[in-house]
């Protein structure tokens, strides 16, 4: 087992292995807050879900507004100087937030951290793109989501004993995190931008933002991106109706799934990895289909069972789906634009998953708090046979990308 661990080692450059240091560090900060975060508004300012509601949705409509900055920064500024930016601001970002003494500078500081902490989005998924040929990216970002889920099992357990002593400490410690990785970017981490072609006129910013209209144009990703959105609908079910389903409907409490979303984190540290290298054989677009076909029948599973062991199964193709789509979806991200425009497209990637966190939750909500709940898990079911479908009639239409394990053939 060492030998293998030391043989995969060896097959990613140095920079790859401190960037998923990084991604430790600042997720573990990160995960410490997300959890509790509502817990920690309804406590202090005394309000309900619906409000905490309205704040997310704040938090996602900034995000936008960040990652089209954050795209154009990364292709015109380089990456590395992007993600220290964005880590040194959310720093302070989240000692706002943690010392924001009304619910109105709360919202206010929000809308700022909302916007901060997406800038270096697109930095950080043009890194891996820069890092890794293209034959190594579903790998590499399954590696990355192991690191990811690392930091989602440990970080609950250390905030939890924070905020027994005080919900203040989670703000304070996740701003330290967020100082403590923008160093590791600024002294270990290179700069991975590709160089520019020594004839190429360097643009002005105006240009630079103007070149997202070349990325609307680029009809195959924009139909990847809408078909992405409908994934992801299904997906934001996971982290904002579901535990809210399961204790309304069903008697479960807050510590059960707790315990479903234990075990998503742990099956994925576990078998991640192994996923990822025996399917890259296979064609990214087509793996994508598969891991939502996997969504679908999970999702839906919660509309026809009552049982806490049929619950966790339903959990597990979930997780299974999981493991298939993540790194496939974003290593086909990485396959559309050309190096000079990673980060733009990355920026406009980012909308799946914002929009999706926009609407996903309010309109779920309509569906858990009318006559019929369980029709929520029925439509989650629907829309992964329509997203299966879209995928496949995509990779038929644009000939996506060649299983990634193969190496580009040559072209006359």
Not at 63 to 71: E, K, M, N, Q, T
Not at 85 to 92: E, G, K, P, T, Y
Request: net charge neutral; charged share 10%; with cysteine.
């Amino acid at each position: 087992m060492l030998n293998n661990f030391i043989k995969i080692y060896h097959e990613y450059p140095k920079a790859f292995w401190i960037y998923n240091i990084i991604v430790f560090i600042d997720r573990f900060g990160g995960f410490m807050l997300y959890p509790f975060f509502a817990l920690y508004l309804t406590d202090k300012f005394k309000i309900g879900m619906s409000t905490v509601g309205i704040l997310f949705a704040v938090f996602s409509v900034s995000g936008f507004i960040g990652s089209a900055l954050g795209g154009a920064l990364t292709d015109r500024m380089g990456r590395k100087s992007v993600i220290i930016f964005s880590l040194v601001l959310s720093s302070l970002s989240a000692l706002g937030m943690g010392f924001a003494p009304t619910l109105g500078i709360f919202i206010a500081v929000s809308a700022i951290v909302g916007t901060l902490s997406s800038i270096g989005g697109p930095a950080h998924e043009a890194v891996v793109a820069d890092l890794l040929p293209e034959n190594k990216r579903a790998e590499g970002y399954g590696i990355i989501r192991v690191v990811f889920n690392l930091a989602v099992i440990i970080a609950p357990a250390v905030a939890g004993l924070l905020i027994a002593k005080s919900y203040l400490l989670i703000f304070i410690v996740d701003a330290i995190i967020s100082l403590i990785s923008a160093a590791i970017v600024f002294f270990f981490l290179p700069e991975t931008k590709p160089a520019a072609h020594p004839d190429a006129k360097p643009e002005t910013m105006s240009q630079t933002f103007a070149g997202y209209g070349k990325v609307f144009k680029d009809i195959p990703f924009v139909a990847f991106i809408i078909i992405s959105v409908m994934t992801a609908l299904i997906y934001v079910n996971f982290n904002t109706t579901l535990g809210v389903f399961l204790r309304d409907m069903h008697n479960v409490p807050a510590i059960g799934y707790g315990y479903l979303i234990s075990m998503n984190a742990i099956i994925v540290v576990i078998f991640q990895f192994w996923v990822a290298r025996k399917l890259e054989k296979y064609k990214p677009m087509l793996m994508v289909a598969l891991g939502t076909a996997f969504y679908g029948i999970g999702f839906a599973m919660y509309g026809f069972t009552s049982t806490y062991a049929m619950f966790a199964l339903a959990m597990i193709i979930i997780t299974i789906g999981e493991m298939i789509v993540s790194p496939f979806q974003q290593s086909l991200v990485a396959s559309f634009p050309p190096e000079e425009m990673r980060g733009r497209y990355m920026a406009v990637s980012s909308l799946s998953w914002g929009a999706a966190f926009a609407i996903g939750p309010y309109f779920a909500g309509l569906l858990l708090d009318g006559a019929a709940p369980n029709w929520l898990w029925y439509a989650c079911g629907i829309l992964g046979v329509v997203t299966v479908i879209g995928y496949i009639v995509l990779d038929k239409i644009h000939h996506s990308p060649a299983p990634l394990a193969m190496e580009p053939a040559a072209t006359d």
